[in-house]
């Protein structure tokens, strides 16, 4: 039985399609078990402690967090307008609170050309074949999402535009309690260029339960970059899903960052659908305190002379923990396909722990494939080398720690954001306590 | 006028003691090369003097000015003014040659944002490819650009002391030689002391030593001036306990392509 009331996704405003996409999925998640860590995908995860009667959704209708949004439609909390700033000249803007969007900008020209930003659920018809097209539903967490999801952003940009300037989807989580379930759409048509950085954060101390889905729909000869940065707050549990698919001859690059979250999972299922496609996934991961990030890629080849990169690098200190567990899989068919799969873990204290599991499925034979994955703490040579240079212990490991990352960093095109990543990085590199006490920054609830 | 004064060290790994008591001293401005045969534990003296660790001290004292080394970390003996040219200088992935000395500068009490014309001034006198600067720190080096990257280092640090473990292998003779011509003109520039560790003779010939040692077997079982490493090049390590002579480097292939290229690669 779902704590969340089955009129909290019927009272959710939005065209008829999108209501009964709701419900559905609101029948399937409530005929559905949560998963368990006995199942392989959520092995080593937290999952058994998501108490989600602690969480609300948020909307109209009764046993649900009501939810001003004016405040945010005007100005950003600082955390926001940091990335903001980072970023620089921009295409578009998306804001969205808790879920819902609150602003929308796109630049004339852009819309011009046919390129369309914002709500899905202001929209019409045109929406029905887009949410849920890339998805595949993995969990009931998928199911979940589309039933409460107050608002689908959407980025379309139609066959042959090229959208320079990168689009900022930024989200502020700051309902205490609340169960939020944020949806991104990213199509781009063929032949079509774009970029967008999906940015989620909360205030220092709220708790609350994040459940974000992204759908990254890359047409044929497309070229899409996402950046999703999730820094969130230590009491928040994300548990999040990014589907892409990638057309013949179209190029996806996605790199995640994940700094914040007291449990922050996101799996990411990277489909080659189309002769000659590339996906090229990244990761940047660092926990400290108690935090635990988890993540689960699939890179699924089911076309010809198809290439999957992936390398998603990590941290953890304090206590922290890590997982990593990602499968290649290369489907009859798909033969000359390049597959590459790669974790690496920096362990920086005696009470952290990362777990790395990388596997392959391979039903073709003229394919060429690798994985690997290390686990382990700094190295002692380089370390003794900047030592030996004169540099204090604490400097050497931060330079290394910040190098380690640095590959991750270059694969982010949007080089505003590398210095503000680095000082993230750094800052938790900093010894002191990591309990949020009081909750800072811009409140508009 | 600075004094590196190493008495009575011993050290080892585990078990093994390697230094079975070594005296030598150093004046600023001196060179003095360290040469024996391979496993006579000439690596090992350079790696306890700068505190690498995995070594122990059993006894002795290794005293720069008066001040105990041997007791402080590996980066405060380089604030003291030793410096190591590393044999195999370690490739350090994302981290820039300036980012890493700029926090040597800030440590010792130096302001930020001196390094990068140092680097610049450095590498246009010894002859280090520009390119190089800016990439992560001798990740992709060849073995020669690694020692010349060693010497940059050394030339942007101003060490009072600098231990140069095997600077010369992986060098052709023309980078042997502007290596060694930086170096020695630290000698009188800024009055440094070197310690030139080596198993071959052939860097004897650019950077001409005022004393040579021979190490065997943990101990330095001669001193003498430069004729002695001459005299070894004729005679071998053999009267010294080893069996082995200090033959001549390998000229390196007539006609390189990388003037920086490893001979050895």
Known sequence: ?445 | MSVLEISGLRAGIAEREILKGIDLTVSSGEVHAVMGPNGSGKSTLAHVLMGRPGYEVRAGSARLDGQELLGLPTWRRAHAGLFLAMQYPVEVPGVSLEDALEETFVARGGGRGQVAELLQVEAERIGFRRQLLTRPLNVEFSGGEKKFNETLQLGVLRPRFAVLDEIDSGLDIDALRAVSRRIEAATSESDLGVLAITHYSRILHELRPDVVHVLSQGRIVVSGGPELAQELERTGYAAYGALEAPTEHAEAPPLLEDPFADPLA
């Open chain 1, 1 to 445: 039985m779902s704590p969340f009331p089955a009129d909290a996704a019927s009272n959710l405003s939005g065209p008829p399609w999108l209501r009964a996409r709701r419900a559905a999925a609101f029948e399937r998640f409530q005929a559905s078990d949560l998963p368990t860590e006995a199942e392989e995908v959520w092995r080593y995860s937290r999952i058994d402690e998501l108490d989600l009667d602690a969480y609300s959704p948020l909307g109209a209708g009764a046993g649900v967090v009501v939810m001003d949004h004016a405040g945010l439609g005007r100005e950003l909390p600082p955390a926001l307008q940091a990335v903001a700033v980072a970023v620089g000249e921009r295409a578009g803007l998306v804001v969205v609170h808790n879920g819902k969007v609150v602003r929308t900008e796109l630049e004339p020209t852009l819309a011009e050309r046919g390129v369309m930003l914002g709500s899905l659920v202001d929209d019409d018809a045109s929406g029905e074949g887009l949410v849920g097209s890339v998805t595949d539903v993995p969990d009931a967490f998928v199911d979940l999402n589309t039933a409460f999801m107050a608002d689908v952003v959407t980025v379309r940009v139609p066959r042959g535009v090229a959208v320079e300037r990168p689009v900022l989807v930024l989200h502020w989580v700051d309902a205490v309690g609340g169960a939020v379930f944020p949806r991104l759409v990213v199509q781009a048509g063929e032949a079509s260029q774009v970029s967008v950085v999906d940015h989620v954060a909360s205030p220092a101390g709220l708790a609350a339960f994040v459940v974000p889905v992204v759908e990254l729909d890359a047409g044929d000869a497309a070229n899409v970059a996402y950046v999703g940065m999730q820094e969130l707050g230590r009491r928040v549990w994300q548990v999040g899903y990014q589907a892409s698919r990638v057309g013949r001859d179209a190029m996806l690059g996605s790199v995640l960052v994940a700094l914040g979250g007291e449990y922050a999972r996101v799996a990411t299922d990277s489909r080659l659908l189309g002769l000659g496609g590339t996906s090229r996934l990244r990761a940047l991961y660092f926990g400290d305190g108690a935090q635990m990030h988890d993540f689960r890629t699939l890179q699924d080849h089911d076309a010809p002379k198809t290439t999957s990169d992936l390398l998603f690098k990590g941290a953890v200190e304090d206590e922290s923990r890590a997982v990593y567990s990602g499968l290649i899989r290369i489907r009859k068919g798909a033969a000359g396909t390049n597959a590459f799969q790669t974790n690496r873990n920096l362990v920086l204290g005696e009470g952290a722990h990362a777990d790395s599991v990388p596997n392959l499925e391979i039903e073709e034979n003229d394919v060429k494939c690798s994985h690997a994955s290390a686990v382990g703490p700094i190295d002692e040579e380089q370390r003794y080398y900047l030592e030996a240079r004169g540099l204090p212990p604490e400097a050497a490991e931060r330079l290394i720690v910040l190098g380690f990352f640095e590959e991750i960093l270059d694969d982010i095109h949007i080089t505003g954001l590398h210095e503000p990543l680095r000082q993230a990085v750094a800052a938790k590199l900093e010894t002191g306590p990591k309990l949020e006490t009081a909750p800072s920054g811009t409140a508009t609830a």
